[in-house]
């Protein structure tokens, strides 16, 4: 990427940070926060690049730019004192908006002397082919440059790159762990308003785009292996229960099978009692009844042998008496 394009790219960038800042109501101030961080972030990695690359190769190359190139320099450090600042002052400060107003003046100051005076003269020095080198350099070390202000760190070569590179590390190493610290937190939240049934609150993270994107990711990955459990615990009920249900539905198969088989077995054995009865009673009447038929023969034939008798010795009286 051409050097000038990429610088006037970050120009562009910050510019719409300010015009965002300003047009924020006076209590917004989440809002001054949020953009107030970001500024923070793109002026200090643009000033870093531009101390540890840009300003020596126009300086050792370009006839002309150093008055320039050493003005720029110190209105560097003025700006990281601003924001150094700024970094750790809360937006409710009454010099809160007061500051960013001075930084924003001097940052387009600084940025009209730039693209007016000292681009135009180091890309007609440097040609196309150089500044795609030089332009390719600084988006590597964009990755690597601090993220934060360091208004005492050494501002020119050869410190300023290595100085430049360990404070990048801490930098991000610092923006990577307050993110997670955030992002924890708010995961936390999240879980207490899931156990609550309340609903999540809407925090919104500090720090620059790399602290941002840290908490984001923390919180969004917490909250994803919250569902997976949550899942995982829904579909378990739902196996346990449909065993459960199974295994009624059996019980209560079996249960009914057993049932009919009772009744059906004492309908049988019922039905057989009052058969047993019946028998029973049939044939006790038969045999009672058989003692009275004999009885009642016995009694006639000896009512009958009586008659005879009587009649007998009545005829035997007759015969004697004549």
Do not use: C
């Amino acid at each position: 990427m051409d050097a000038i394009t990429l610088l006037r790219n970050d120009h562009r960038t910050v510019e719409q940070l300010f015009k965002r800042f300003e047009k924020t109501g006076d209590d917004a101030y989440v809002a001054k926060r949020e953009i107030v961080d970001r500024i923070i972030e793109e002026l200090s990695v643009h000033a870093a690049i531009e101390e540890q690359l840009f300003y020596p190769a126009a300086r050792a190359t370009v006839p002309g730019v150093e008055d320039v190139a050493l003005e720029s320099i110190e209105e560097h450090h003025i700006v990281k004192w601003v924001l150094s600042e700024l970094d750790g002052m809360p937006p409710q400060d009454e010099r809160f908006d007061a500051k960013v107003t001075v930084l924003i003046e001097n940052v387009r100051h600084h940025v009209e002397e730039e693209q007016d005076e000292f681009f135009p003269k180091v890309r007609d020095e440097l040609g196309r082919k150089a500044l795609n080198e030089l332009g390719d350099a600084m988006v590597e070390a964009k990755a690597t440059a601090p993220t934060h202000p360091h208004p005492r760190a050494p501002d020119t070569p050869p410190a300023n790159a290595i100085i430049g590179n360990v404070t990048g590390v801490v930098d991000r190493i610092s923006d990577n762990i307050s993110g997670l610290a955030q992002g924890t937190v708010s995961a936390t939240q999240d879980l207490i308003a899931r156990l609550t049934n309340s609903k999540k609150p809407k925090t919104s993270p500090t720090g620059n785009s790399v602290a941002r994107k840290r908490a984001q990711s923390t919180r969004a990955a917490s909250a994803e292996a919250t569902d997976t459990v949550a899942n995982t615990a829904r579909r378990a009920a739902k196996a346990t229960g449909d065993t459960t249900r199974a295994a009624t539905s059996g019980v209560k198969s079996v249960a009914k099978t057993a049932a009919s088989t009772t009744r059906a077995t004492a309908n049988t054995a019922k039905s057989s009692a009052k058969g047993a009865a019946k028998s029973t009673s049939t044939t006790a009447k038969q045999r009672s009844q058989a003692p009275k038929s004999s009885v009642k023969a016995t009694a006639t034939g000896a009512r009958k042998t009586a008659q005879s008798a009587a009649k007998a010795t009545t005829d035997a009286a007759k015969k004697v008496g004549d």
